[in-house]
């Protein structure tokens, strides 16, 4: 079946280590968006990609970092430099041939600093 | 500046009563786009309606309706009969006019709906 997959879907870091979180989508959409979700506080993007090999920051990008060297595959990297980083963190996607579609959503990875 | 507003941070209801869904968006641009998006406790955010600024028609999908007044900048969601298995957290969203591959999340809605 297509569609979005976010892993792990829980995941455990101890501070001032990196960790990264994986996404993939076979839906051959050339657009992929990080969010964190914090309660209370709706969904704010860290970090968007158009393309392969091109990507933007966000509003929170801060602390985080990704690559797009495929364009199945947006993994985000949660750093040290993030202070505040438990965060429900979503991954989606989007066609880029048609003008302002819905995105699509992974069932998310739960992050916890301990 | 561009802003999705949902004041209801939490709403419970009994099954079979209906239920409204507020949301206020603010955006200087003429051309945009407008969401609803539902969140179950698994976590993954289901896309439910996308409306554009041009079409005020309403619109109905089985239990589901929507409000769509350009005039008061509300596109609003309602339930009708509700049911256990709405239960779940909704979201409305503005397409950022700035750049169109984003999309402005109002701060959702959390839904119970009890038997």
């Known amino acids: 079946d297509g569609g979005i997959t976010q892993s792990p879907k829980y995941l455990f870091r101890k501070e001032g280590q990196n960790v990264t979180l994986s996404c993939e989508q076979n839906?051959?959409?050339?657009?992929m968006y990080w969010y964190r979700q914090d309660p209370g506080q709706g969904l704010r993007l860290i970090y968007y990609?158009?393309?392969?090999?091109?990507?933007q920051k966000g509003d929170i990008a801060e602390g985080y970092s990704v690559s797009r060297e495929k364009k199945e595959s947006f993994p985000l990297t949660v750093t040290s430099a993030q202070k505040n980083p438990t965060a429900f963190y979503l991954c989606?996607?989007?066609?880029?041939?048609?003008?302002?579609?819905?995105?699509?959503f992974g069932q998310g990875t739960r992050l916890t600093v301990v | 500046a561009q802003k999705v507003t949902q004041a209801q941070t939490e709403i419970s209801v009994v099954e079979k009563e209906d239920v409204t869904l507020d949301c206020v968006y603010e955006t200087r641009d003429t051309t945009y786009y407008l969401f609803w998006y539902k969140q179950p406790p698994s976590g993954e955010l289901v896309f439910l309606i996308r409306r554009n600024s041009f079409d005020e028609q309403n619109e109905i999908s089985g239990r589901y309706s929507w409000n769509f007044q350009k005039s008061t900048s509300s596109f609003n969601f309602t339930i009708t009969a509700s049911q256990v298995v709405d239960s779940a957290v909704y979201f409305c969203?503005?397409?950022?006019?700035?750049?169109?591959?984003?999309?402005?999340f109002g701060t959702g809605t959390r839904l119970q709906v009890f038997p």
């Open positions: 839906l051959n959409h050339d657009a």
């Open positions: 989606a996607s989007r066609p880029r041939d048609r003008v302002i579609t819905e995105a699509f």
């Open positions: 969203a503005l397409s950022d006019p700035a750049n169109t591959d984003k999309l402005i």
């Open positions: 990609s158009q393309i392969v090999n091109d990507f």
